[in-house]
């Protein structure tokens, strides 16, 4: 979904991140934690590309910590004035022109998606083409330094949204912008693109009055293949979105998408809020697909009737209902606002004999009799039937909405899933590419561990996924920081320790430093220790995926699969990257991340898509990673007990009835499915996430019980 209209709240969903991650599992009643695209900007790291200066060393570093970049290619940044699910937008000047525009980048820079950019590219190419008064036009597209961008125009006024904020607009005021509106809508659909995200808050009203549309993010260009859109995806703002958006059914999403927009924006001008109104996502969907919108009139008797029949012919459920085209909506607009007859509204069969009796009441009179005695004779013939067959349409029915219910909520966990997963590696990987630049240009100097401890402690700390780091090379050397957090008492205590491994100097021996909270002041110690960081999994796996014919592999991350970690026995999975050699220096170097599998199970314990449902992530081989909500394993320590066993030993009918109907292969998408168990029916979906070279599994399953229940108490 698009977030733009969300509000913004003091706490970042990054920081929600390191909190979930930091208190472990929530009381069982509590709501799980969702994160949005919006967290994508906020995890950007604080170490991003500083300076290597040797004779300054760390404080210097620290000062360029704190320097805000206001440059980026031609333009000068000069604020933020928007972020949604695909990008950010700043106000900026461009310096060889010299005037005002707005630069939108994709977020996630050189770690974006291949699909992200694809839909990137959509938009930019979108808006391009479109040269009209009505629609905000762009000015440049490119790409620097990795992040692709593309500048427009900018409009230095306030939203749809914001200039009718919750309170009706007059009905004349509200045709003629979307009179405007519609125009825009028209020319676009002319050239070959269908909006599919129209909202109050992307049309903007410039210094003249003029609405502007903007954000093609979800854009369709008419003449190319919609290979972004996945059947059952469930895109734009469910407040205005008709309904065969709502049920996932891409294909019949159109012109008539935009003009179901068109209708609820005129609906929310008319009224104060938009057609469909409910506590949950869940539920307004399920009013998009089910429910006809309360007339406008009802709201607010002071809309004529002629502008009430034109917003809800837009809001028709069956396309070939609406109008057949933007065109047409403006034609029909333009008449009311002219004070000519609409055509939306004929005078119907029922008006027409409602007359005639007003010009022969006797006559009427008769026939009503012989209509009423007629009609009283067919009700009671029919009425047992009626009543049978109406439990039998209601029971149909049902379990169709039931159908189509599972495959939104399956849809829509496995996306937030997926979107957490992807927030919660991102900063791994973008970190680990920061730490290998600093240790391969010098900055880091595993010879020298109090600088560099007090270098990285911080990045452990803002980044708990990070449990441990390591800095290793060819020649047995390794600098380990590992940081162990505990809670008493709702205070947390963060007991760090480093290892410095020699083995080309000291052999067997290793040196420890431990020091506690934010004091560095470390105990130091020496032990024997049979330790090899060349034999690790990480270090070997870094190595094999290293350079051929000495190509530069800094961007190379190998994440291995899962396994124990050596000092704390902990089960978890490790990113590494190899460092080329310097000139003139034959060691090879290694950089390595831990990240806990307990850390993954901080989110899917806390999950769930209906009171019973289930989010698991497994391997390959369907081994658990990430473990669902239970009552009784509630505790990391429980937790490891369970880890990577196969789904089918978990011990519960439904996980070993659901690997009869899933396959984990390397070659399979997503899928949806329903499967029997212990006479009850379930519903499971699948979908690989891939985190660089391995594959692991989003798997959500939920009883079909828990959709009737959902719907008896709607």
């Not at 912008?177 to 109050?200: F, M, N, Q, S």
């Amino acid at each position: 979904m698009n977030d733009a209209e969300q509000p913004k709240t003091d706490e970042t969903k990054s920081d929600a991140i390191g909190r979930t991650l930091r208190s472990g599992p929530a009381h069982e009643h509590e709501p799980p934690q969702v994160l949005g695209e919006e967290a994508l900007a906020q995890t950007t790291p604080a170490m991003s590309t500083p300076p290597a200066d040797p004779k300054t060393g760390a404080e210097t570093l620290a000062d360029d910590e704190r320097e805000r970049i206001h440059y980026f290619g031609d333009y000068e940044l000069l604020e933020e004035v928007a972020r949604g699910g695909m990008g950010v937008i700043y106000k900026a000047q461009q310096t060889r022109l010299k005037r005002i525009v707005a630069v939108k980048m994709i977020l996630g820079g050189r770690l974006a998606s291949e699909q992200d950019v694809k839909r990137f590219l959509v938009e930019a190419e979108a808006a391009a083409n479109l040269d009209h008064p009505g629609i905000v036009p762009v000015y440049e597209f490119g790409e620097h330094s990795g992040t692709h961008y593309f500048s427009m125009a900018f409009v230095d006024g306030p939203s749809l949204a914001e200039r009718a904020g919750e309170n009706a607009l007059p009905p004349t005021e509200a045709a003629e912008v979307i009179t405007k509106v519609a125009e825009a809508v028209a020319y676009a659909h002319r050239r070959g693109v269908v909006h599919r995200d129209l909202k109050p808050a992307n049309v903007l009203i410039d210094h003249d009055g003029q609405p502007r549309i903007t954000d093609f993010g979800l854009a369709k260009l008419t003449d190319a293949d919609d290979e972004l859109t996945q059947a059952g995806t469930i895109m734009g703002s469910v407040f205005y979105m008709p309904p065969e958006q709502a049920a996932g059914k891409t294909s019949l999403i159109g012109p008539a998408a935009d003009i179901y927009a068109l209708g609820a924006i005129l609906y929310k001008l008319l009224t104060g809020h938009p057609p469909f109104q409910a506590p949950t996502v869940m539920e307004i969907l399920k009013q998009v697909v089910e429910q006809e919108p309360v007339p406008p009139r009802r709201v607010n008797p002071r809309i004529p009737r002629d502008l009430e029949t034109i917003c809800l012919k837009c809001l028709q459920k069956d396309i070939s209902r609406r109008f057949g085209s933007a065109n047409e909506l403006v034609e029909e607009l333009e008449r009311f606002e002219r004070g000519e007859p609409i055509r939306s509204r004929p005078i119907s069969r029922w008006e027409h004999v409602w007359r005639w009796c007003h010009r022969n009441p006797l006559p009427a009179t008769l026939a009503a009799g012989l209509c009423a005695a007629v009609l009283l004779g067919v009700i009671t013939a029919t009425t047992l039937l009626n009543r049978a067959r109406a439990e039998q349409r209601r029971f149909e029915q049902q379990q169709r909405t039931v159908e189509v219910l599972s495959e939104m909520v399956l849809s829509k966990t496995l996306d937030e899933t997926d979107e957490w997963l992807r927030l919660f590696f991102q900063p791994v990987e973008q970190e680990l590419l920061v730490a290998g630049d600093w240790t391969h240009g010098g900055v880091i100097n595993a010879e020298q561990p109090d600088q560099v401890n007090r270098l990285l402690i911080p990045l452990i700390e803002h980044y708990p996924q990070i449990s441990s780091l390591m800095i290793a090379d060819d020649r047995g050397r390794e600098h380990m920081l590992l940081c162990v957090t505990q809670q008493h008492d709702g205070t947390i205590d963060r007991h760090w320790t480093c290892r410095q491994t020699r083995r080309d100097q000291w052999q067997d021996q290793v040196t420890w430093l431990e020091w506690t909270n934010d004091q560095y002041n470390p105990e130091r110690r020496t032990e024997r220790l049979d330790y090899d960081p060349r034999v690790r999994p990480w270090f070997q796996a870094a190595i094999a995926n290293s350079a051929i014919g000495g190509e530069d592999t800094r961007d190379r991350i190998h994440w291995t699969e899962p396994y124990v970690f050596f000092t704390t026995k902990d089960l978890g999975i490790t990113a590494s990257t190899a460092l080329l050699s310097a000139e003139g220096d034959a060691v090879t170097t290694v950089v390595a991340f831990d990240v806990l599998l307990e850390d993954i199970t901080r989110f899917t314990s806390q999950k769930r898509p209906t009171p019973h449902g289930k989010v698991f992530v497994l391997t390959a081989d369907a081994k658990l990673v990430g473990l669902p909500s239970d009552r009784s394993v509630t505790t990391p320590e429980q937790w490891k007990g369970i880890f990577l066993k196969p789904l089918s030993e978990l011990g519960q009918p439904y996980a070993i009835d659901s690997t009869k109907a899933f396959s984990f292969g390397a070659e399979e998408g997503t899928q949806i499915h329903s499967f029997q168990t212990e006479g009850s029916t379930w519903w499971g979906a699948a979908k690989p996430f891939q985190l660089g070279d391995l594959t692991l599994w989003i798997l959500v399953l939920l009883p079909e019980s828990d959709l009737h229940d959902s719907l008896s108490e709607g």
